[in-house]
């Protein structure tokens, strides 16, 4: 199993910028991906970056791509979401999510193993 602690949310006023943190532990060999997802209150859970454990390879939502960046190190196991130029339509709580499994990057349903989620809120 994994274990996700997501950390870094806060309040920011739109055009600022936040870094959430994913650390993770337990069973990390063989994780195939792992991504950020978010949720606005009463809006479905939504997919925002992910990244391929072994190539590195990302992916981004259309409404974050050019101003979120994921990115790991290794090193320390953590997942990084580097988000700029915030605006108001991103506050959201803010998961990180791990696969050992490789799928539909963008769906919730393929990631087995969850955060607790991180508050994220731009004001305008």
């Known amino acids: 199993q994994v274990q996700l602690v997501e950390s870094g949310g806060g309040a920011v006023q739109a055009g600022g910028s936040l870094r959430l943190s994913c650390a993770a532990s337990g069973r990390l060999f063989g994780i195939y991906a792992m991504a950020w997802f978010r949720q606005a209150p009463g809006k479905e859970r939504e997919f925002v970056a992910a990244m391929t454990w072994r190539d590195g390879d990302t992916y981004y939502a259309d409404s974050v791509k050019g101003r979120f960046t994921i990115s790991r190190n290794n090193a320390k196991n953590t997942v990084y979401l580097q988000m700029n130029s915030l605006k108001p339509e991103d506050t959201a709580i803010y998961s990180c999510?791990?696969?050992?499994?490789?799928?539909?990057?963008?769906?919730?349903?393929?990631?087995?193993?969850w955060g607790q989620g991180t508050q994220v809120t731009v004001s305008s």
């Open positions: 999510a791990a696969t050992y499994y490789s799928g539909d990057y963008n769906r919730p349903g393929e990631y087995g193993y």
